[in-house]
T-cell receptor, first 113, second 111 residues
Framework: AAGVIQSPRHLIKEKRETATLKCYPIPRHDTVYWYQQGPGQDPQFLISFYEKMQSDKGSIPDRFSAQQFSDYHSELNMSSLELGDSALYFC????????????FGPGTRLTVL | GENVEQHPSTLSVQEGDSAVIKCTYSDSASNYFPWYKQELGKRPQLIIDIRSNVGEKKDQRIAVTLNKTAKHFSLHITETQPEDSAVYFCAASKGDYKLSFGAGTTVTVRA
């Protein structure tokens, strides 16, 4: 079965640079979520989109922004990167009209030097 | 917002024994409680979930129980195997399915 796709899988950036993470949800899923997971921590909710509209916002820094496009893929844009932004970033998706379950992508490991 | 507490933080069991992880939640409006298994550097994988209209659910060696009155739910793994070693996260959600996670339990199954 098709799963959530994320790219790139690994990304190395310098401080103050920008990064763009991409997510392709499971086909026919209408909701996309972004989570940040630091080393040894639980995933922290950043933001979600339902049918291309922002549906909820969590602990997402103002330096980050995200959007969902007409083909349902989503991008997380991160600017003025800081060392503390180094983490695993997971995208997840669900289909809210069915019995909802949230499935995670493989993640993007961002390292800020 | 929702606050989920998870205990214990680490759990070591002998192969073949049972493992139990417990979580409590704060928001009585939460109605969906999934459990995820995460291996090092990998994605969280949904292993079982329960909704607030059900008190117990079982899937082979894994079972989850929910006590809405006490606002706690538990994961039970029976006949543990080495491949059960991982970090397990409980989560809680209201109808929006934004997940609030517990801090995780590192389970080690000793052969």
């Amino acid at each position: 079965a098709a799963g959530v796709i994320q790219s790139p899988r690994h990304l190395i950036k310098e401080k103050r640079e920008t990064a763009t993470l991409k997510c392709y949800p499971i086909p026919r899923h209408d909701t996309v979520y972004w989570y940040q997971q630091g080393p040894g921590q639980d995933p922290q909710f950043l933001i979600s989109f339902y049918e291309k509209m922002q549906s909820d916002k969590g602990s997402i820094p103002d330096r980050f922004s995200a959007q969902q496009f007409s083909d349902y893929h989503s991008e997380l844009n991160m600017s003025s990167l800081e060392l503390g932004d180094s983490a695993l970033y997971f995208c997840a998706s669900s289909h809210t009209s069915l019995e909802v379950r949230v499935y995670f992508g493989p993640g993007t490991r961002l390292t800020v030097l | 917002g929702e606050n989920v507490e998870q205990h214990p933080s680490t759990l070591s069991v002998q192969e073949g024994d049972s493992a139990v992880i417990k979580c409590t939640y704060s928001d009585s409006a939460s109605n969906y409680f999934p459990w995820y298994k995460q291996e090092l550097g990998k994605r969280p994988q949904l292993i079982i979930d329960i909704r607030s209209n059900v008190g117990e659910k079982k899937d082979q060696r894994i079972a989850v129980t929910l006590n809405k009155t006490a606002k706690h739910f538990s994961l039970h793994i029976t006949e543990t195997q080495p491949e059960d070693s991982a970090v397990y996260f409980c989560a809680a959600s209201k109808g929006d399915y934004k997940l609030s996670f517990g801090a995780g339990t590192t389970v080690t199954v000793r052969a």
